[in-house]
């Protein structure tokens, strides 16, 4: 019976896969005009697990959940139980300029990775996980010849960067009650991202189009830090840190232009002229994150026939990036578009009713076994509107569902956002937007762990 019960599992996972691709596949990944700048937008698209908590990402230590966040993580996996994780994350945008409202959609496939510990003291996780996105549409008019004749300019964005990555992290330090964890992620960032304006008169479908490319194939690394305390068998503190230096991205650029009786029609276009691809880099900003963790395991509760134990863990973090660092360099030239340093400050709450999910299995009920979430967030952006800093704010919440089949580790997980982000200015646009992201998180039962010696009877 077991043994269908996993083979079943492990084709639901294999169909959820599917029908995610072919859900995200098409869909613009960004709608914000903001994704125009650098090679587009790098935060957004949340795992469905850290979302509930505010997305406080680095402090999140669980043998239930691939945390590529925090590379030093890996090895704090349960012992012969691989995790497979998979995501999808939606949004629905509503943007407001005065008295102007625009609604947009996104769906996006968000992360695709596998980790397990191994010999001991090591651990290691790879997969693909999205890098930045780009997608926007909107146009302005304007009065030519007097304002005899109008012109429409078009600006639209397109395109995305993935990142493909190896991760390893080890025991550094393991004393008593003292345990130390460091770890690193080297990836391989991949993708294209498209500025494209289209002009044309009023009342005229002829028109000429420009589009900007910016391919990037480059390594990518970031490195990831642990202490763990063990205060007590109820309590427990972890202080995290994650930091990822200013590095170059090797990219290429070029341009061309094209003529077309329907510039909104990509059948018609006809190039005028082309640029040689310019090689060159990306310097991205330098990023440290920090955060801590505070668990507290509530006493022994007895409930009827059983003993309850239950936990609850706060979750904080917080980061910087010194995005006036960044820059783009293509043929010797320079450009530097005045980015501002960035914060992002995160918390997050977990409670678990019966953390002990599988040795309680047969006595606890679904809402005992439930992990609830809650969190709440604020960033500042690199950009700013009349001297004003541009600034994302929102609250979370989410649930992790364990699945409970020959006492694996496998668990469905939903998150919840509700955000707002502008400036505050008058007369600015301002996006408010409403978030659901949903992740598997596939492991083998009880009965078929690995790197497990098995003795012949």
């Known amino acids: 019976m077991h043994k269908y019960l996993f083979n079943f599992l492990r084709r639901s996972f294999a169909i959820f896969t599917v029908i995610l691709v072919g859900t995200t596949y098409g869909q613009n990944t960004s709608t914000s005009a903001f994704s125009s700048y650098g090679i587009g937008e790098m935060d957004g698209i949340e795992n469905a697990t850290f979302l509930g908590i505010g997305n406080s990402t680095i402090t999140f230590f669980d043998s239930t959940t691939v945390n590529y966040f925090n590379p030093s993580t890996y090895n704090s996996y349960a012992k012969g139980q691989p995790l497979f994780s998979m995501g999808v994350s939606s949004r629905i945008s509503i943007y407001r300029e005065n008295e102007l409202e625009n609604i947009n959609r996104t769906v996006t496939l968000n992360h695709f990775v596998m980790g397990f510990s191994f010999a001991k003291h090591f651990g290691i996780a790879f997969g693909l996980k999205p890098f930045s996105r780009r997608g926007y549409n909107f146009s302005t008019i304007s009065e030519v010849n007097f304002g005899t004749d109008s012109v429409k300019h078009s600006y639209i964005g397109s395109g995305s960067t993935s990142e493909a990555f190896l991760g390893l992290s080890s025991t550094l330090v393991k004393y008593k009650n003292h345990h130390v964890s460091v770890g690193g992620n080297l990836g391989f960032v991949f993708g294209s991202v498209t500025n494209e304006r289209r002009s044309n008169l009023i009342g005229s479908a002829t028109g000429g189009i420009e589009m900007k490319s910016t391919k ?96 609850v863990s706060f979750h904080i973090s917080y980061n910087v990036s010194d995005w006036s660092k960044y820059y783009s360099r293509f043929d010797d030239v320079t450009e530097n578009p005045g980015y501002l340093a960035t914060s992002k400050i995160n918390f997050g709450v977990q409670y678990v009713p019966e953390k002990e999910f599988l040795a309680q299995s047969t006595k606890s009920n679904f809402l005992e076994v439930v992990r609830y979430r809650v969190g709440c967030y604020q960033y500042t952006l690199p950009f700013s509107t009349d001297g004003m800093k541009q600034v994302d704010s929102g609250v979370t919440f989410g649930f992790g569902i364990p699945i409970g089949v020959q006492k694996s580790l496998s668990s469905i997980n939903i998150g919840f956002a509700a955000g707002k982000r502008g400036s505050g200015v008058v007369g600015t646009v301002s996006e408010n937007y409403y978030g659901i992201n949903l992740g598997i998180v596939f492991a083998p039962g009880n009965f078929e762990r690995w790197f497990v010696k098995r003795k012949l009877d």
């Open 216 to 311: 990037v194939q480059s390594l990518h690394y970031e490195f990831g830090l642990n202490y763990k305390w063990s205060i007590s068998k109820k309590h427990s503190l972890i202080v995290a840190g994650v930091i990822t230096p200013a590095q170059d991205l090797r990219s290429s650029q070029r341009t061309d232009l094209y003529y077309s009786k329907f510039v909104d029609n990509v059948s018609f276009y006809d190039k005028l002229d082309s640029t040689i691809s310019a090689i060159g880099a990306i310097r991205l900003a330098p990023s440290s994150t920090f955060g801590i963790n505070y668990n507290f395991g509530f006493g022994d509760v007895n409930r009827k026939d059983k003993i309850r134990n239950s936990e």
